[in-house]
Nanobody
Framework: QVQLVESGGGLVHPGGSMRLSCTAS????????MAWFRQAPGKERDFVAV?????????????YYPSTVKGRFTISRDNAKNTVYLQMNSLMPEDTAVYYC?????????????????WGQGTQVTVSS
């Protein structure tokens, strides 16, 4: 049974940091590139970042919000632990969303959610004072 389980969400003040984790099971983790998406209320699911199978390549999406995530967020993975991480620094209220991890194998570079095979249930991140 395939599972992606996110953890690490919660409430953080503006300017704070948070690290999300996503642990996979039920498939060969190292065969998949891994990504983070986020979805705010009333918005579409938005690509945040992706990391290649061996962790050597990363891309960061351009957010529709006033500030981008590149330079503030860092995606990484540990294939020995079947886990992908999202380190988020300098958080802003517009980063508030449900964050999802996803696993893909078919179309590297495609930021469309439909290109991903497996999804986690999501974890809420709220940035507020």
């Amino acid at each position: 049974q395939v599972q992606l389980v996110e953890s690490g969400g919660g409430l953080v003040h503006p300017g704070g940091s948070m690290r999300l984790s996503c642990t996979a099971s039920g498939f060969t983790f190292s065969d998949y590139y891994m990504a983070w998406f986020r979805q705010a209320p009333g918005k579409e699911r938005d690509f945040v970042a992706v990391i290649s199978r061996n962790g050597g390549t990363t891309y960061y999406g351009t957010s529709y919000y006033p500030s981008t995530v590149k330079g503030r967020f860092t995606i990484s993975r540990d294939n020995a632990k079947n886990t992908v991480y999202l380190q988020m620094n300098s958080l802003m209220p517009e980063d508030t969303a449900v964050y999802y991890c996803a696993a893909g194998s078919r179309d590297w570079g495609n930021m469309n959610p439909s290109a991903y095979d497996y999804w986690g249930q999501g974890t809420q991140v709220t940035v507020s004072s």
